[in-house]
């Protein structure tokens, strides 16, 4: 893994966590959620609700 990817991965956790998509990962969908979050965390910036139920 590249510099670049390290530093995207850390943003993209960085972001989730603001926006609350750790609290409570107590189901699948959760977890899921949590971790497309930091997969495409620049559409967090934008007010885009990715949570799967």
């Given at each position: 893994?590249?510099?670049?990817?390290?530093?995207?991965?850390?943003?993209?956790?960085?972001?989730?966590?603001?926006?609350?998509?750790f609290?409570?990962?107590?189901?699948?969908?959760?977890?899921?959620?949590?971790?497309?979050?930091?997969?495409?965390?620049?559409?967090?910036?934008?007010?885009?609700?990715?949570?799967?139920?």
């Open positions: 893994m590249t510099i670049g990817g390290i530093i995207y991965l850390v943003l993209g956790l960085f972001v989730a966590a603001s926006q609350n998509y609290d409570h990962l107590t189901t699948l969908g959760r977890l899921l959620s949590a971790i497309i979050a930091v997969l495409v965390w620049p559409l967090l910036l934008f007010g885009i609700d990715i949570r799967i139920s």
